[in-house]
């Protein structure tokens, strides 16, 4: 049983402004048709589906399950229309037919908007004799063959004519002949950041570098301008968008990126192998750190996702379900996507009911998921520069740092945000009572200042391990950028398990707040890698080891008290601070162990003080969401208690029992009207106190949106 107390945050009072009406407010200036998707339907043509796709039936699904769009194939490598473009090479299948054109016309007589979908990461080998420039190369100055290693395909450079020659080209062919609504790019920009040398990419720097990702970026943002303005050369309210999937792992900066773009694509279509169930959500709040309430879809694959993976196999029908719940929930639009039009629209048809039931459902309920702003008073600060160039110690990856944390948050049913290392502004952080840097080891001494400031305004902050030991560049600081705020310093390196050298421990020196639960026990179990650090203050938890874990007559030390902190606290006016020494949220997402899980959710406890814009108490485990939307506030609850948490694939879902719900209503709000349960489609009976309103969910299936009017 999980249970907080509600109150509202003085900062949060501060951030609404004043009254906040429960009615939809007064016409807005109308925007343009991308800021008002809410679904987006793709079947993926292959070549040969020109032979056997029921263009009618195609549209007559999209139109029944109410997408706003369609993507239609272009393509770039593959026409799909009788384009006069040389090496645009057109469908052997094709016959002079118009694909594109058919069934761009079969949407538009529906109403339905229309995206063209093109590929401009692979070309054939027919054009390297013409345009040898047009290619990546490897370190011999071959051509690269795409992942698949399809025989006669090659991948493109970005840093080439293809891009900003043959690319527009097509580009604006479409826009002749067709009614397009916008343009699309596949595999572009590619987070991967491929490497080339080819005889522009042999001068650029050293790939995998800064100063490469610089250059890398700064094209990709001018190819994305010149895409957008050829979209608008159409209609002005015509746009471009590429592909931006990856959630925080990306190599791209999606902040630079989101400062020219109007919908973020996440291609991010289900789980492979052990990623665990919140892939979606994960990625709705990473794309909302720099969205911010523009357009964003998620792509859910209705194929099977996964390693294997079948392309034309319908896949379980719950873990798709799941997929477009947590992209819901998140803010996103449900973006439904289906590979193959064999026998009309597929081999495999059993996707189409699983697609009707979810999205006639939304668009049933289509004005609570227009929203305005979500609430929520923790910050969970988005390193990308780590993401990108540091290397941890150990095992895994930089990516292990943040897992720990969002898992952590999910356990503690906390509202949470992603922050971008680049907004650290008082404006993007004034609605937080508290931020988690997570690791966030690569720091500027201008984001130094930043979280400082936030601090001396009354914000809480949580970091751990190697936060701010280097600089933006990557450079090793001769102490924490963030050595003052905390009131510690650097005494030594990193101090951390090998090979069988992993017994650590860290040793309770006094008691305190956040050492809450912890009975019947001298320590608790420690971090993996730590560094070393020294404090004026007297510590709380004092590290010991590591030593030896084998065999059992050496598991011990002589060293069982030390006077090195494991666990920095301090208090400045309203501001709590607290700095575990330790990786501890990479520990806990390692091991799964129960302390650093406790030390995590006791010192946000510390922290907040209280405060909670959103309790939810029940049993299992549940990722929360709180909007306030066109209709009032949505609350929004994901089940994620299912024995495929942490490993594809969730067969059935495991419903649980009652969840009590207490929200906080923003200052000056109307009295509510009602409650309803979206999901179970009832109304619900609540109480409202002051601007406190309580209700009872009784049952969650899969996903519940509790509708507040
Ligand atoms: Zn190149």
Sequence with gaps: ?????????????????????????????????????????????????????????????????????????VTGMIAFYPTQIPFHKRSRYLNNRDFFGECCRAAKKRGIRVIGRFSPDLQWEDALEAHPEWFLRDRDGKPVPPFSRTPGLYQTCMFSPYYFEQTPAIMREVNARYDVDGLYANGWPNWHMPVCYCNVCRNLPKPGSMEYHERFMARAIEIWTLYDKIAKEKSPDNLFFGNLGGGYRTGLNIKQLAEKCDWFNADNQGRTGASP???????????????????????TGAWSTGNPMWRNATKSPAEAEMWMAQTAASGMVIWYHWLGAQTGLGEDRRWQQTGRNFLQWHARHNPHFINRRSIANVGLVLGQRTQTFYRPPGEGTAGDYVEGY??????????????????????????????????????????????????????????????SLFDERGRERADFGLARLFGMSKAGGRVGSRGFENSFY???????????????????????????????????????????????????????????????????????????????????????????LRLITNSLDWMLRGRHPL????????????????AG??????????????????????????????????????????????RSEQPVGFTQKGRTVEFTIPKVIDYEVAAIE
């Design 1 to 73: 049983m999980k249970t907080h107390t509600v109150d509202f945050s003085r900062r949060e009072f501060i951030a609404l402004g004043g009254a906040v009406a429960l009615a939809p407010s007064a016409a807005a200036p109308s925007k343009p048709w991308h800021q008002t998707v809410r679904r987006i339907g793709q079947v993926n043509f292959s070549e040969h589906d020109v032979v056997d796709a029921d263009v009618e039936a195609w549209a007559n699904y999209w139109a029944d399950v109410k997408v706003d769009a369609v993507q239609i194939n």
């Design 277 to 299: 169930a919140w892939g979606a959500s994960q990625q709705g709040r990473v794309a909302q750190s720099v969205m911010k309430g523009r357009t964003i879809t998620n792509v």
């Design 406 to 467: 969002y898992a952590a948050l999910l356990d503690s049913r906390h509202t949470f945000e992603f922050v971008h290392e680049d907004d650290l502004v008082p404006e993007s952080l004034r609605k937080f009572d508290a931020l988690i840097l997570p690791n966030v080891a690569l720091m500027s001494d201008a984001q130094c200042r930043q979280i400082e400031a936030y601090a001396a305004a009354g914000g809480s902050v949580m970091a751990d391990f190697e936060t």
């Design 506 to 596: 860290a040793r309770i020196e006094r008691p305190h707040e956040i050492l809450r639960g912890f009975t019947e026990t001298n320590w608790t179990a420690g971090c993996e890698w730590r560094v070393q650090v020294k404090s004026d203050a007297p510590p709380v938890m004092t590290a010991v080891g590591p030593y030896p874990a084998y065999p059992t007559e050496v598991v011990y030390t002589e060293k069982m008290h030390t006077t090195e902190p494991a666990l920095v606290l301090r208090e400045i006016g309203p501001s709590r601070l607290v700095y575990f020494p330790g990786d501890i949220g990479r520990t806990f997402w390692r091991s799964g162990h129960q302390d650093p």
């Design 615 to 630: 309790t939810v108490s029940g049993d299992g485990l549940v990722e929360l969401f709180a909007w306030e939307t066109s």
């Design 633 to 678: 506030f949505a609350i929004h609850l994901l089940n994620m208690n299912n024995p495929a948490l942490h490993r594809a694939t969730i067969q059935r879902h495991s419903p649980i029992g009652s969840q009590r719900v207490r929200f906080e209503l923003p200052g000056g709000a109307a009295p509510v009207k009602r409650v309803r349960l979206l």
